[in-house]
C-alpha cells in the first residue's frame, strides 16, 4: 500500500512540477471545488463551501522537535523531480503523509518560502485537519497561511468539504501561500486520529 500511495504522490508532484517550469503555480484560477456555479455572459460566480469549524480536540499543544547539536535543520524527507538545467523548478511531496505537502525548490536547493503549498492526502482523513507551525526554536516566529481571502491565518484547515477528489480514495486541496522567512520551520498537522510533525528548511 505504501508504494502505491508514494506512486500517486509522485504523479501530482510531476503534474505540479510541469506547472511550475511553465510558470503556472504561483499565478493560478482563484476559483476551488465549487459547490454551485451560475454564469453570466464572460463572467463566473463560484461559492465555496463555508468553512469548517475547527474542532478543539485538534487545538493539541505542538510538539515540535529543536535544531540539531551542530545547529543544521532537521530537514524531513522529500520526493519528487531533481532539479535540472532543463527542469529549474520542481515540486517536491514532503515527509511520509498521511498529508503530504507539495512545495517547490528555489533556486538554492531549499524549498520555496514564496511559492504556494499543495497539500495532498492519498487516503481519507476521517474528517477536518488543521496545520500549523513555527520556527524551531523560535515559537513565536509562526508560518502564515494566505487563502483566497487574502487574509493571514495561525491555522490552516483542510476541510473535506472543500478538497478536490484525488485518485482512488484521495483527496487534495487548492494551495495556499505560505509566509515565513527563511530558515527551518516545523509543522505540525492534526487530525481525528493522527498528529503529524514535518520540517521544511525555506530558502
Not at 487545538?59 to 538545467?85: E, H, K, W, Y
Not at 488543521?130 to 483566497?148: C, E, K, Q, S, T
Amino acid at each position: 500500500m505504501r508504494w502505491r500511495r508514494w506512486s500517486l504522490i509522485l504523479v501530482v508532484v510531476a503534474a505540479l512540477g510541469g506547472l511550475a517550469v511553465a510558470g503556472q503555480v504561483v499565478d493560478l484560477p482563484e476559483a476551488g471545488p465549487p459547490t454551485s456555479t451560475a454564469t453570466t455572459g464572460l463572467v463566473s460566480i463560484v461559492t465555496l463551501p463555508p468553512p469548517a469549524a475547527v474542532p478543539e480536540a485538534l487545538r493539541r499543544p505542538l510538539r515540535l522537535p529543536g535544531l540539531r547539536g551542530d545547529g543544521s535543520c532537521p530537514a524531513s524527507f522529500v520526493a519528487g523531480p531533481p532539479m535540472t538545467a532543463v527542469n529549474p523548478v520542481a515540486a517536491v511531496a514532503v515527509g511520509g503523509g498521511p498529508v503530504y505537502p507539495v512545495l517547490s525548490r528555489a533556486a538554492n536547493g531549499r524549498l520555496d518560502r514564496s511559492a504556494v503549498a499543495y497539500w495532498d492526502a492519498p487516503e481519507p482523513l476521517g474528517g477536518v485537519a488543521i496545520v500549523r507551525g513555527h520556527r524551531l526554536g523560535a515559537p513565536g516566529d509562526r508560518i502564515r497561511f494566505r487563502d483566497d481571502d487574502d487574509r493571514l491565518r495561525p491555522t490552516h484547515v483542510l476541510d473535506p468539504a472543500a478538497a478536490y477528489p484525488g485518485a482512488a480514495q484521495g483527496r487534495w486541496w487548492r494551495p495556499t501561500r505560505l509566509r515565513a522567512g527563511a530558515g527551518c520551520y516545523g509543522l505540525q498537522i492534526d487530525g481525528p486520529n493522527f498528529s503529524q510533525v514535518l520540517v521544511v528548511e525555506l530558502g
